[in-house]
């Protein structure tokens, strides 16, 4: 099965009950199997023009490396290398983006976005990220967090300072330790995950972890993973209803079937050299 076919990807976005314009940017490169979020910040509407420009990088610039990558020609340890070194040098390559016309327009002077992106390859995902826009994973009953936030609020619930329930409750919680586009060069932290068949993916920017509850976010996966846009739909409902008070969105990503790389005789023999 290719990767379109095994993934079924679904992204909403909303402005939220608070903000007059929305800062998040969505993007979707289905026939390659990536799907980025980015959440903005910056005065006036450079907010909105950082995480643009963040998607539009990532989008454009892996779907024309893929185009002129064989996967047959590539072993799994050589295929793993590739989608971790794609997410990298183009959050980076977003980061100098978003960096040079900061400083370039003064009306854009300080802008900068969160940013998480999945690259899903044979039935593995690479997941980036920077800042506190986050990924879960629904697996069975079971949801988890897939990312780590880079903010002041975890480096307090790491150290012991701040339990994770009160950190609920906390007023640090948009303070963020490392954003795309503010400094020269970025850092992202990018991890490697196995992905089976009926798992579900969430991509979300804050404004859908800081109005509702991990408990009640895993509820409605798990009950309308049949129908992936009325979740998502259900899911932005519910920070609204719970406030809305920044823009608020949501991509989900369901894993309908297999789809490993197709193996040529010689990645095959090399592989079987490895064990």
Request: aromatic share 4%.
């Amino acid at each position: 099965m290719n990767i379109a076919e095994a993934l079924q990807i679904v992204s909403k976005t909303h402005p939220g009950m608070v903000r007059a314009h929305n800062e998040d940017s969505v993007g979707v490169e289905a026939a390659c199997g990536l799907a980025v979020l980015a959440d903005g910040m910056g005065g006036y509407n450079a907010g909105e023009v950082a995480s643009g420009i963040a998607v539009s990088v990532m989008a454009t610039e892996i779907a024309q490396s893929l185009q002129n990558a064989n996967p047959v020609d590539l072993d799994p340890a050589s295929h793993e290398e590739l989608a971790v070194a794609l997410l990298r040098s183009n959050i980076q390559k977003a980061n100098t983006s978003i960096f040079q016309a900061s400083q370039s327009q003064p009306q854009y002077a300080g802008m900068g976005t969160t940013i998480v992106a999945g690259l899903f390859y044979d039935n593995r995902v690479a997941v980036g990220h920077v800042g506190d826009s986050r990924m879960y994973r629904l697996r069975g009953e079971t949801l988890v967090t897939m990312t780590k936030d880079h903010s002041l609020l975890q480096e307090q619930i790491d150290s012991g300072m701040i339990s994770v329930e009160d950190a609920r409750f906390s007023k640090n919680k948009n303070l963020v330790t490392r954003a795309v586009g503010i400094d020269a060069q970025v850092v992202p932290e990018i991890h490697v995950h196995d992905v089976r068949e009926g798992d579900v993916y969430l991509l979300c920017s804050d404004g859908l972890n800081d109005m509702v509850e991990d408990r009640d976010i895993e509820a409605v996966l798990y009950s309308m993973q049949g129908n992936l846009p009325l979740a998502a739909e259900q899911l932005i409902q519910m920070a609204n209803d719970n406030g809305g008070r920044d823009n608020v969105s949501v991509m989900l990503v369901k894993v309908l079937g297999d789809f490993a790389a197709p193996r040529s005789w010689r990645a095959k023999l090399l592989n079987w050299f490895r064990k």
